[in-house]
């Protein structure tokens, strides 16, 4: 194997075809120490961003705050309307009738929350992205049918292309490849 | 005074018949659907479920009172009243009492036939009797869900005779359910934290999340139930419904409890519930169960015994209606009163019984999962 | 085994593998030749209904709404009623892809996709009704609160405004639901696809998807927390449609049940449709395998509890309106019972109280048919029950001198017929160019329900994919119904 330009390289990616050993490989990967890791699969395994370590808490705390943000908003968008800017009264209710403000207060907290989950979720994965390394590696088109795979990056500390290579064989991977930027 | 007495009396009563009864729909429900999450507590839902004849008897100088004369249920003295006149063919003191009767005996026995055949079934494990209990308990939901309406209707609904509202049973009927969830999980988890058998090991981790779950979800069909009557009420603002809300807003002490009820019972369990440490400790779902328990005694007496209110005879404003505090709290001691006599009968009626069923498989797989974790 | 699988058992039958089940989803849209002549006649079928929705929306607004059959003192028509039922048809899907996530109830993966295409749709046709009722669809953006010189602003007390947010709301968190859902399924489509046009069409709709495991795990958080936030909206959506009618002070309308029931209405009603179209569908696609028995029991069941639930609510408002006492609330039961309209009352009493009382016995239950016919008079049901609330409660309510009476035209019929073919056509239209079942989600399930992460070893490596399910299924309740490996005919 001849090495490319250091920068260049994207890194070493492994093929499995079994979750449950995908499971297990990045499990003693990430205990051998290697730690710029992704796996991709296509159907979300249970417990695998535990096993690389991964954990992400952003997008819940987004739609929590943008949900207090909806429930606001609709509250002082109603009472800015019906009580301060043009007091109306409708059957002899009160100006400030909180009661009828909850439907459409709830409806904007689902809102702006809904919204926040999606889109959260996508700039937090960065999409759109139509190019991404990943899809350089051979085979990748069945990433999203039924095969498994594992990357560890060049940037990872531990990272030397024989040894990498050689742990990932020793884990079950059926196929190694490396893979450009 | 004497009818202060027995509207106390009444509310006492009505608060533990409630929970009776929320063991009742859940015992119907957990036979029509055998989900497993009613197997560790079946047999607290049983016990109270038998309690249902002798809270009937207990309702007797109720239905006494009502065909005797007295002044419990405005309606007894129809006078002049046209809309009592045409309320008539079902707000009567003979027709009442017969419904009573009715009510009671029909629970018990549709209860009584779901007991003995999962008593049956744990002794001769005929698997035939699952079936039966499945389409009996569903046919016994039904006929609970209306007949439990009506009781409310004839309970509660009645105490303000031009009161009306359809959602009332239900929101008792979903309330109830709430109360009986917590009281069973504080059963099991207080005996399971004193390390005593079987509840020990009943008390797994998915019993704890499908209680805590259940309880969440119970809280908010009861804000929702509660948000929906009331803003229907209050938008229609129609001079024999809206009482129900002018009567408990007026009182600065029941809007207060009113207020409370909407954190206490809807905004804290659900903050307590949705976290996942609360079903993973058992002291902590504990005092969540015994915090709903507690709250449940405040809504009931916010629902029930506004209806009790006299006027204020207050010149500036002729309709106001005040609770007085010493019958308050009279209400409050006729509850403990009544939760002793309901204690003691549980108790007995608890004792008789193995603690856990056998017939279902499901609970000792459960219960072994539980021990490997 | 068989007791913690007694959920799982007979979801997925048949010789199966992550490959088939990729293979046999996706082929129904990569392979066009799967698509036979009941796919055209019910699209064309579809396609004919949408012209009549042309012309049925073009005389409307051209003449105004004096074409519909409304009038003095019925001033909701045929227009109000087929909001409400579309929209109730919608309320299905958002239950079994939100609800039933949060139950964990399995049976929901193979149907979810489709109940949300459904929900969709059925929101689009529901749609335009209060749209044109308006009378001046042109302004309708008044509805909405925007600022504006002349300091006009919405009645916020009017639950007829609190219907916009809330459909809007409602249309918009279904799409994004659906969407996010649909976002794995199109990157599967992606990289199966051989053609350069249809490849391009999917890579860009898929944003770069790679099946990443941080993306995964955000993409399940956004997932579960979208099916949190769509349990109480769809709740809140009915609500609020009933509290149109019960935040009024008509007998009839006005009504504390409303909420709940007009919520087990519809979905009642949406079963009913997802039934309907999901019987023909699966014999039609050999997705037998997919779609088993064990669903189609389950969706009758939840069919028989939301009917019972809806009755109910008939018995309250029947004995409720008698013992109010109240005038108008026993001249509202006279009128049900005795009035001009009284057939409606009784054909509904006997389309969403008796019939669906047959689904108590299993062998209806599991008899495709006959289940059919009855989603089909579940569905007049549902419909005659909300001209029994709106349009008999109008008939006569307070002064006799002002009572009235209500017959539909020509165009209440075409706008509803032909909402019917814009549904039918978006719907089949549908089923040819996305994944009708969530491919992800099915492998997801097989994964689980072949259960070997419990004891996952690099031993076990590629030995379970081809397991069938029956290993499982056959421990709890006998041999999986239909268990058959469907011929997959397009291979």
């Known amino acids: 194997m001849t090495l490319v330009q250091e920068p260049k390289l994207y890194g070493l990616v492994a093929e499995f075809s079994d979750p449950d050993v995908l499971l297990t490989a990045a499990k003693q990967t990430h205990n051998a120490g290697y730690r710029k890791l992704d796996a991709f699969s296509p159907f979300p395994v249970h417990g695998l961003s535990d096993a690389i370590a991964f954990e992400d808490y952003k997008v819940p705390w987004t739609v929590f705050f943008m949900g207090l943000l909806g429930v606001t908003c609709g509250f002082a968008m109603q009472i800015y309307v019906s009580y301060i800017d043009y007091p109306l009264n409708v059957g002899g209710r009160p100006m400030l009738s909180w009661p009828q403000f909850i439907p459409v207060a709830f409806e904007c907290t ?64 059926n196929t190694v490849s490396i893979v450009q930027k | 005074m004497t009818n202060q007495f027995w509207q106390a009396y009444l509310f006492g009563w009505i608060f533990w018949v409630s929970l009776s009864l929320g063991c009742t729909g859940l015992l119907f429900l957990f036979h029509a659907v055998r989900g497993s999450w009613g197997l560790p507590i079946l047999r607290v839902l049983e016990a109270g479920t038998k309690l249902l004849p002798w809270m009937g008897l207990l309702f007797v100088p109720i ?71 499945s389409s009996f308990g569903a046919w016994g939901m039904v006929m609970f869900i209306l007949s439990a309406t009506l009781a409310y209707t004839d309970w509660v609904m009645s105490l303000d005779p031009h009161w009306f509202s359809t959602i009332f049973g239900a929101w008792f009927i979903m309330g109830n359910s709430l109360t009986a969830f917590s009281f069973c999980t504080i059963f099991v988890a207080s005996r399971s934290l004193k390390n005593k058998q079987p509840w020990a090991g009943a008390n797994t981790f998915s019993f704890r999340k499908d209680m805590g779950n259940l309880m969440l979800t119970l809280c908010m069909i009861w804000a929702y139930f509660s948000l929906s009557q009331f803003l229907i009420i209050w938008s229609g603002n129609l001079p024999e419904e809206i009482t129900y809300f002018t009567r408990r807003f007026n009182d600065p002490m029941l809007l207060t409890i009113g207020t409370l009820l909407i954190f206490c019972q809807w905004m804290i369990p659900l903050l307590c519930l949705f976290a996942p440490r609360t079903k993973r400790q058992t002291h902590l779902l504990l005092k969540v169960a015994t915090w709903i328990m507690f709250v449940r005694f405040f809504d009931i007496f916010w629902a029930v015994v506004p209806f009790f209110m006299v006027p204020a005879h207050d010149k500036a404003n002729p309709m106001r209606m005040i609770l007085e505090p010493g019958f ?3 209400c409050g001691v006729a509850t403990l009163i009544f939760g002793a006599v309901w204690g003691i009968i549980f108790g007995i009626l608890y004792k008789s019984e193995n603690a856990l069923p056998t017939f279902d498989p499901r609970l000792q797989d459960l219960m072994e999962a539980d021990v490997h974790v | 085994m068989a007791s913690s699988n007694a959920l799982n058992d007979e979801l997925i039958t048949g010789e199966q593998s992550y490959k088939t089940i990729n293979d046999r989803i996706n082929n129904i849209v990569l392979n066009p030749g799967k698509h036979g002549v009941s796919w055209w006649m019910v699209f064309l079928i579809g396609f004919g209904l949408l012209q009549v929705l042309g012309m049925a929306l073009f005389w409307l607004l051209w003449r105004g709404v004096g074409v519909w059959g409304i009038n003095k003192p019925v001033m909701w028509g045929w227009d109000i009623i087929n909001f409400v039922w579309w929209i109730g048809i919608g309320h299905a899907g958002t239950l079994i892809s939100a609800i039933l996530l949060l139950l964990r109830q399995a049976w929901r993966t193979s149907i979810n996709r489709f109940a949300e295409a459904m929900t969709i749709f059925a929101v689009s046709c529901a749609g335009i009704f209060p749209a044109l009722h308006t009378g001046r669809p042109w302004v309708d953006y008044w509805l909405f609160p925007y600022p504006n010189v002349v300091g006009m602003w919405p009645q916020f007390r009017s639950p007829l405004l609190w219907d916009v947010f809330a459909v809007s709301t409602y249309a918009t968190v279904s799409i994004l639901f659906w969407a996010v859902g649909l976002l794995p399924d199109i990157a599967s489509l992606r990289d199966k696809s051989r053609n350069k046009v249809v490849r391009s069409v999917y890579g860009i709709l898929s944003l770069g998807w790679t099946g990443s495991v941080k993306h995964w795990h955000r ?11 769509s349990t109480p909206l769809v709740l809140s959506v009915h609500t609020i449609v009933s509290f149109d009618f019960a935040v009024s002070i008509v007998p009839g309308w006005h009504t504390t049940i409303f909420p709940p029931y007009f919520v087990a209405g519809a979905v009642y009603a949406g079963f009913a449709m997802v ?31 939301t009917g019972l639930i809806v009755f109910y609510g008939y018995i309250l408002e029947m004995f409720y309106g008698m013992y109010s006492g109240n005038v108008f609330e026993l001249g509202l ?49 549902m419909w005659l029950e909300r001209f029994v609330i709106i349009s008999v409660s109008l008939l006569r309510d307070f002064l006799p001198s002002s009572w ?53 070893t690099s031993a076990d490596h590629g030995a379970h994919s081809d397991k069938p399910a029956s290993d499982e299924a056959t421990g709890h309740g006998g041999p999986p119904l239909l268990g058959q490996p469907a011929a997959d005919k397009g291979e």
């Open chain 2, 328 to 330: 308050a709290i009279s």
């Open chain 3, 333 to 381: 039961v006279k009128n049900r019972l005795y009035g001009p309209y009284a057939w409606s009352y009784f054909m509904l009493l006997f389309c969403n109280g008796v019939v669906p009382q047959l689904l108590w016995f299993p062998k209806i239950r599991r008899n495709l048919v006959a289940l059919w016919l009855i989603c089909q008079v579940v569905s007049i049901g």
């Open chain 1, 110 to 173: 689902i809102l702006f929350a809904a919204y926040s989950a999606v889109f959260g979720m996508l700039a937090y994965n960065g999409f759109p992205r139509p190019y991404q390394s990943i899809f350089n590696t051979p085979r990748f088109d069945l990433a999203s049918q039924d095969r498994f795979f594992l990357a560890v990056e060049s940037e990872d500390p531990k990272f030397d292309i024989e040894h990498t290579e050689a742990f990932l064989r020793s884990v079950g991977a």
């Open chain 2, 63 to 133: 239905v006494m009172n009502v065909l005797m004369g007295g002044d419990l249920y405005p309606w007894v003295h129809r006078g002049s009243d046209p809309i009592l006149a045409k309320k008539a063919f079902w707000l009567n003191p003979g027709f009442f009492a017969g419904r009573q009767i009715f009510y009671f005996l029909i629970w018990s026995i549709w209860a009584t036939l779901l007991t003995r055949s999962a008593k049956s079934q744990d002794r001769d494990g005929d698997l035939n009797r699952q079936q039966f209990r």
């Open chain 3, 275 to 305: 039934l309907t179209l999901a019987i023909p569908v699966r014999a039609w696609y050999g997705l037998k395998d997919y779609i088993t028995m064990r669903h189609i029991d389950w969706m009758a069941k939840v069919m028989l509890a």
């Open chain 3, 404 to 456: 009235g009476f209500f017959t539909p035209t020509m165009w209440d019929i075409g706008l509803f017929l032909g909402t019917m073919g814009q549904f039918m056509f978006l719907m089949f239209g549908f089923l040819r160019v996305l994944p009708m079942i969530n491919v992800f989600e099915m492998k997801e399930l097989w994964y689980k329900m072949t259960g070997h992460h419990h004891t996952g």
């Open chain 3, 219 to 229: 993409y399940e958080q956004a997932y579960i927390l979208l099916a949190g936030l």
